[in-house]
Nanobody, 126 residues
Framework: QVQLVESGGGLVQAGGSLRLSCALS????????MGWFRQAPGQEREFVSA????????YYTDSVKGRFTISRDNAKSTVYLQMNSLKPEDTAVYYC???????????????????WGQGTQVTVSS
């Protein structure tokens, strides 16, 4: 059974930090491009960041560049999203995603995603 399990969400004040984690089980983690998306109330799900299978390259949506950092530990089958300088507009449910085909850049278009996590709430207060 394939599972993507996220953790690390919560409530934080503006300017604070959180680190999200997402563990994949049931599949070989290193074969997957991994990424993070978010969905705010009344909004469509949007791409946040993605990382190559080997972790050598990563991609970000413009609104989080310089504040968020994606990383992965293939030995632990886990992808992370370090979020710094959080803003109220970062408030959303954050989902991790895994794609066996395609590139990290393609994940930004939501192409070829095989699995989604259940989501973790991030709330940033002003």
């Amino acid at each position: 059974q394939v599972q993507l399990v996220e953790s690390g969400g919560g409530l934080v004040q503006a300017g604070g930090s959180l680190r999200l984690s997402c563990a994949l089980s049931g599949r070989t983690f290193s074969r997957y491009v991994m990424g993070w998306f978010r969905q705010a109330p009344g909004q469509e799900r949007e791409f946040v960041s993605a990382i190559r299978r080997d972790g050598a390259s990563s991609y970000y949506t413009d609104s989080v560049k310089g504040r968020f950092t994606i990383s992965r530990d293939n030995a632990k089958s886990t992808v992370y999203l370090q979020m710094n300088s959080l803003k109220p507009e970062d408030t959303a449910v954050y989902y991790c995603a895994a794609a066996s085909g395609g590139s990290a850049q393609a994940m930004g278009l939501m192409i070829g995603i095989d699995y989604w996590g259940q989501g973790t709430q991030v709330t940033v207060s002003s």
